[in-house]
Nanobody
């Protein structure tokens, strides 16, 4: 089994910054990619940013230039630096990892429990 533990959410004023962290642990052969998604009340979960094992990144248009994702392969950890936060960034942020299992060699998707980010105006 694989567990994802998120940290770093909280309450911040508009224009402020937060840094989210997510550490994966358990039976891991290799992590191919990690990312952050978010879900605001009444809305669907959406991709915020993702990073592959090779370091290739992908961002939602709404956060491009404000958020930076980075990964530490040795620590199976991903970070999301969020700057210039806006009230519309308020959501529960979920960590995701695409993990290759030792037993099967197949890739499985795992999710964290989520961390609340609230941006006040």
């Amino acid at each position: 089994q694989v567990q994802l533990v998120e940290s770093g959410g909280g309450l911040v004023q508009a224009g402020g910054s937060l840094r989210l962290s997510c550490a994966a642990s358990g039976t891991i052969f290799r992590i191919n990619a990690m990312g952050w998604y978010r879900q605001a009340p009444g809305k669907q979960r959406e991709l915020v940013a993702a990073v592959t094992r090779s370091g290739r990144t992908n961002y939602a248009d709404s956060v491009e230039g404000r958020f930076t994702i980075s990964g530490d392969n040795a620590k199976n950890t991903v970070y999301l630096q969020m700057n210039s936060l806006k009230p519309e960034d308020t959501a529960v942020y979920y960590c995701n990892a695409e993990v290759v299992a030792f037993e099967t060699g197949y890739e499985y998707s795992y999710w964290g429990q989520g961390t609340q980010v609230t941006v006040s105006s």
